[in-house]
């Protein structure tokens, strides 16, 4: 029987990546796991992985958007088993890159809607479960992207930067219905979103340089983090945003000028811009 054997869990973006890594150490410990996401193919291939963890409890899966607040409300309500939610983890999100004076507010509003404000639904909605079963343990991933400036991906980082603060204030205020909030900020970490940055040379060893323990991260470092957040062992922690990133957090952002070239141009990522053409 393991640690967490009985407990419900709720993961947003549970299909692949971080999310999936965190799925799994939970199940790992006999918790009842429920995956959220967007694609359902994904959904229900990792249901089958997690189902085969052997400790592992009910596995469930919900397909739905965290932009949308009725999707996520859903998802926790049907996490609650019994109406009880005892942890929820808010992974799921999106990246961005656009120099800043020519990044359209459509792919501003995008990229906060999915990171922080699903984010903010996540910790709205499963406190509530929450709050009337007695506490809980919430943990959003953020980034390093939260903690240092990355050029070119303002809207990403303040997104995350956001997710941080929420985070802070939300367990000042939660802690009163026995709800811990953390979050975790990840450095760069082999994940699909990840995979242009780790393929470029230039931009790896760039990352690479800025980190005192010099590698990329995996999944699992980042789950572990998220299970220690949420477990018992940590019962007298909240709020804190705890960088899992190699030390990177200790240095700068990286450069990730040779995909703004790429992608814009060399005038627009020198900051040459003509104020009359949009």
Known sequence: MGLLSGQNVFVTGGGSGIGLAC???FAADGANVLIMGRNEEKLNAAAVELASIEAAGKISIYSGDVSVEDD????AEKASLNGRLDIAIANAGTGGLSPIMVTETSNWDEVMQTNLNGTFYTIKH????????????????SSIAGVRTHRFMGSYCVSKAGIDMLVRNSADELGV???RVNSVCPGLVETDLASGLLQTEAVFKDYLDCMPISRHGVTKDISNAVRFLCGPESSWITGVVLSVDGGHHLRRGPNVEPFSRMLFGDDITDGKIDANNS
Do not use: E, L, T
């Not at 996520?72 to 998802?75: E, K």
């Not at 499963?126 to 991933?141: D, K, T």
């Open 23 to 25: 799925a799994s150490a």
């Open 177 to 179: 219905a026995n709800i």
């Open 126 to 141: 499963a406190g509530r479960w929450m709050a009337q079963s007695g506490g809980g343990a919430i943990c959003a991933i």
């Open 72 to 75: 996520v409300a859903a998802a």
